[in-house]
């Protein structure tokens, strides 16, 4: 009886508790963030050039970029492209290495560290290698591919350089780093019970159907996160495009954001800018609301199903 | 004696089979080294190279010399010692401040039912969409009115109240809603709290999240140079990654050196991360738990 | 373990509480000035020594230098303007400065240099850079440095060719005769190339201007409907028409961030550069012979001029200064637009300094050097289009490469581009 009254208790006192765990988070939200976030979507109000004084124009950014603006559309469309190709790219290549990874061989820490090598080193060794393999003249990918170009009499292909394969070429590129999220697979993989596996062993359970109906379903709060989070990333994409492309040839590569660090440090307009800005955020947040809507087919150990 | 044969047989070619299985994993891991080794192999060859040789940009791959004293140089030119210093005062307090307001944020959003929770998850999930550089200049504003402006603060104090943090808050989410609920329900029948359970059940359970939001936190503020260059104002508090950026002129220039210099300081990180991942093999397992 | 770890974390949470305490003496007052010389750059050393002759050379003031990489100065100097905490001197782009007059975040130096006659040498400095930073007949910022865009030719490729220094093009129709001696094809791919109009650092506008037209009209409105500007984008279509452009585009690929450079890498005999390269060739120490030349004019009343920018000096005024910093900066502003210290910045960081007295100096016994002067009286800076202000890159490129590419005629790039930048100007209206 003094147990349930317990408990019954603390339900009522997780309220307080909830705002007591999150409040360190909840405080800088409040005090460090709101501030800054309150200005940006001020700024989006006005003609702010970042070195006068805003003057108020009310709708008249959003207005423009809606209507009256087709590099807004252009770049819209561009990163759409990009999300829906890199991101399942990205989950499927970032599970690949972590199965691969997963195993007792000999040497595993090895690879590991090599694996995870492209995400430590710097964006400008990255660049310089992706010209290596990729430049059409010089590039390594396009000497291999030279008998096969003679084969059947092609023009080698342009890689980055060509109009309608630099957004591939791009995302091609980005795999590089998938070893980020192979990281947070390998660590999701720790946590599947062994005693799962044991008793799928007793029933005569091949290493196929473990993975199928015991690893892959536990692994769905990490694919989850790194689906949502891909997404996130992928409508703000902008380095690579901005470090190999410059958003070429022919705007194939101008994805939004490059689009709105131009407004600003281009056309000096912070307040188009942040308009952008307040745009994606509800475009992004629309969409992550609804995928959001997959977590019931995630399967958490913790609750109930 | 057939039917006692018979299970030596099957154990030795289901040896063979894992040993053959093992040998293909071996090759097509190796291959696939490959392929992510390069970019530091040619950081390495770039980092050996004479100002000549980089001027013909892709056209040469092996330096015909290699020039070992790039290296020398790189220490020498920057002040290596206080960036390092500094870095790593850096590094350790926001790595220590994101694990513990990231864990905490997590275990109210994972394990805890509290008005509001699921629409303060979306606005932590948004705080993560809008691009950083629309709220640059407001916040260095607000740092230079309360007085931030020429100290470490504004680089570091964010990270105890969950700057940046919304992408580990989620991680962390994650890991803790994948331990079980029993364990919690029957810690609380033995009249523990909710910070007992959070420090003798969830955190020790989760090493293997913890070790990879530490890491990763690790990883983006030891080279994150925009960061310091936009907040820090005094350049005795600069960092290896900022400090760094000196390599890279107008006009291409001194990149070995840069090359050299990303080297040394790429080099503990990948010792980290070789320590890190051990505990994704010894990770914890409930192997003891009942349902 | 656990007590090991408190004592480090609180030892570190000291630490960055109590950093180390910048070394002015205290009884100076001091002056923040930014460059781009950070610690670890070629020139930093020279930069500081520079900066430490002028705090000897007096007691009142201390200045302070500050360097940041070329890359990052401008991410850096734009937060500070716009929250105003900007040092009291720096370093800024001369052609904009209008856009910060009128911001108020600048000193006006016209009233100084009243008060103070004999402090700077203006009748040294080029008529063209003062121009730009002139804003309501009031000087803003002083030009710094000046740039330049020369035709550099390798001589090794010529004598290979048969050609020797005096064949070197001085025309649009020269050049395309020497060029083609230049090229050496095998098979499909191209070995060496003898000019592209559209490498290195070579501009549709540039060309433009040699043709006696422009991007604007007076008034800022776009013009490029001409059959003129469809003809100079034609030739640099046409220039290399018997290859294709993508194998065009790969083999002149180059990438500035990292120094790769068409020019530089021996690939391409004649190539249009800014001054700059000649440093980079100098510095890493190259072993091939070449020379600079003025570019090549069109054949029929072509005009002398090459496109120039260049770096202003600029007083900043953070609504705070208190009349000492302004004096002391007024000072510094002085001694670095003095002859002797711009004699040597230029000698330590190998740009072209805006004092032409100074350059002379700089220059005498150096060929190229002496020649890449030359050409910096013909250089003429872009015009600040407040609704477009990077109308020459990002804003023209895309059709640019559509008209090279054959994806649009250059009737039909020319008029979408238009397009573009009156929908810009119309936009840009709609906010003010």
Known sequence: MGKTISIIKM?????????????????????????????????????????????????????????????????????????????????????????????????????????????????????????????????????????????????????????????????????????????????????????????????????????????LPLMTPSIFFNFIMGLIGSFQVFTIAYIMTGGGPSRSTYYYAYYLFDKMMNDNAMGMASAMAWILLVIVLIVTVFALRLNKYVFYLGEDS | MSELMLPKQKYRSRKKRARIVRLILHIVLLLCSLVFVFPFLWMLVTALKTPAELLRGIDVFFPAKPQWSNFIDAVQKIPFFMYLKNSLIIVVLVVFGTVMSATTAAYAFAKLRWKGRDKWFIVMLATMMLPIQVILIPTYVMYSWIGWLGTRLPMIVPAFFGGGAAFYIFLMRQFFKGIPKELTESAIIDGANHFQIFLKIMLPLSKPAIVTVALFTFMGTWNDYFGPLIFLSNPDHWTLALGLRAFQTQYGGQYNLMMAASILIMLPTLIIFFFAQKTFIEGIKFTGIKG | MKKFLSILLLGLLSLALYGCNDDTPTDRIEITFWHMSPVGSASFSDTRRIITEFNQSQDVYFVKGTGFSFWDYWDKIAVAISSRTAPDIGLSTIDDVPIRAEAGVLYNLSELIEADPDGIEIDQLYDSQLSFATYDGHLYALPFTATTRVLYYNLDMFTAAGLSADDVPTTWSELHTVAKQLDIVQGSSIQQLGFDPTYGNATYHGYLWQAGLDFFDEDLNPTLNTQGHIDVLQWMIDFNSEFTRSQLTAFGDANTMLGINPFAGERVAMMIEVDSLYQTIKEAGADFNFGVTSIPVPDDGGIRVNWGSGFSVEMYDNNKNTPDKKAGAWEFLKYLMSKDTQKDLSETNGWIMAHQGAMLEVAEGDAIMTRILEEVAYARDKVYVPYAPSWHGNDWQSYYNDALTGKKTAAQALADARANYLQKKANWEATR
């Not at chain 1, 939200?29 to 700024?43: A, N, Q, T």
């Not at chain 1, 990009?82 to 007792?104: D, T």
């Not at chain 1, 396009?142 to 009499?153: I, M």
């Not at chain 1, 062994?194 to 993975?211: H, P």
């Open chain 1, 11 to 215: 339900r009522k006192q997780e309220n307080l508790i909830g705002y007591l765990f999150a409040s360190p988070w909840l405080f800088g939200l409040i005090v460090l963030g709101f501030f800054p976030i309150l200005m940006s979507f001020y700024f989006s109000f006005t003609n702010y050039n970042m070195v006068s004084a805003p003057k108020i124009i009310w709708f008249e950014n959003y207005r423009i970029l809606l209507t009256n603006d087709n590099l807004f559309w252009k770049s819209l469309g561009i990163t759409l492209y990009h999300v829906v190709i890199a991101v399942p790219l990205g989950i499927f290549v970032g599970l690949f290495l972590a199965f691969l990874l997963n195993s007792k061989i000999k040497g595993i820490s090895i690879y590991r560290t090599l694996f995870y090598l492209p995400n430590v080193v710097s964006v400008v060794a990255m660049t310089l290698l992706w010209m290596w393999l990729f430049q059409p003249n010089f590039g390594l990918i396009n000497q291999l591919l030279k008998p096969l170009y003679d084969l059947f009499k092609m023009e080698p292909l342009g890689w980055y350089l060509d109009q309608d394969l630099s957004k591939l070429t791009l995302i091609l590129m980005g795999l590089w780093t998938a070893g980020g999220s192979m990281v947070i697979y390998l660590a999701q993989m720790q946590d599947i019970p062994v005693t799962l596996y044991e008793s799928a062993d007793i029933d005569g359970a091949s290493w196929f159907k473990k993975m199928i109906h015991i690893t």
